[in-house]
């Protein structure tokens, strides 16, 4: 089960994910973080259990995406278990090749 918490302030939305985020529930929070409108959009997961590929492959899409239109998604408070998870799969080196990424929609 997925629950996810929203607060919204002017230059960010925070969403607060707890739970377990696998292919059952990927969406939710991609339709949850599309809905964002703040140029910042933070993901806290200190309360996250438990995070399959899917979840992990969703979170650098939605960065992707985020970085297209000059904004910024950060994922923050990553339990141990699941940041080494994602350190194994080059997760991180994912995200900062992304924050070098040219910020202009031009070739």
């Known amino acids: 089960m997925l629950e996810i918490k929203v607060n919204k302030e002017k230059e960010k939305a925070t969403l607060l994910v707890a739970g ?49 239109q000059n904004r910024v998604l950060k994922i923050t408070h990553i339990p141990a278990n699941i940041r080494h998870d994602l350190e194994i799969i080059g997760f991180f080196r994912v995200l900062e090749t992304l924050k070098g990424a040219p910020q202009s929609g031009g070739e």
């Open 20 to 68: 377990e985020l696998d292919y059952s529930n990927v969406a939710q929070l991609q339709q949850e973080i599309a809905r964002q409108e703040a140029p910042v959009v933070e993901v806290v997961l200190k309360d996250l259990q438990f995070m399959d590929s899917s979840g992990a492959g969703m979170l650098l899409n939605q960065a992707r995406l985020l970085s297209r």
